[in-house]
């Protein structure tokens, strides 16, 4: 089975391309179709001034129908996808979780397995460069 790839970023909630231990490890979520209108995917607001998508709101709305949904709530019912080389036998393989950040050693983590070695990928979440804050 091959999972269906993005084409491109835009229709993702979550996209990430990055090296895990000695593998690698491609990692996607779809945006969801808008439960009321079926007529487009749901995301982020975007800004009617700028044109640009306000990526810290915390609610993803239906550009048709201007349903909204929380962002937990939506989060919580999407599947990330994951296409990998396994850190630790080195196979090549797929698999799926669901989107949920778990806290796995104080970091939050969406963790696949390996198909072959069962081995755990680990996808954590990137750690923003904190900005000094001015008192
Ligand atoms: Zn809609
Ligand atoms: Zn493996």
């Known amino acids: 089975m091959t999972y269906k790839k993005p084409e ?4 993702c909630v979550y996209f990430s391309n990055r ?3 000695e593998g690698s490890a491609m990692i996607w979520v779809f945006k969801q179709e808008c439960p009321e ?3 487009a995917k749901m995301g982020k607001p975007v800004d009617a001034k700028t044109g640009k998508v306000k990526i810290r709101a915390k609610e993803y709305v239906c550009p048709e129908c201007g349903y909204t949904v929380e962002k937990q709530e939506y989060e ?3 599947t990330a996808y994951c296409e990998y080389t396994c850190p630790e036998c080195k196979s090549e393989g ?20 390996c198909k072959s ?17 001015k008192k």
């Open 19 to 21: 090296d895990v231990g």
């Open 94 to 113: 797929e698999a799926e979780a669901p989107f949920k950040m778990k806290t796995i050693d104080g970091v939050k983590t969406i963790r696949f397995n």
């Open 117 to 133: 070695c069962g081995a755990n990928i680990d996808i954590t979440k990137k750690m923003k460069k904190k900005k000094q804050k």
């Open 8 to 11: 491109s970023t835009a229709e």
């Open 76 to 78: 919580a019912g999407l």
């Open 37 to 39: 209108c079926h007529k």
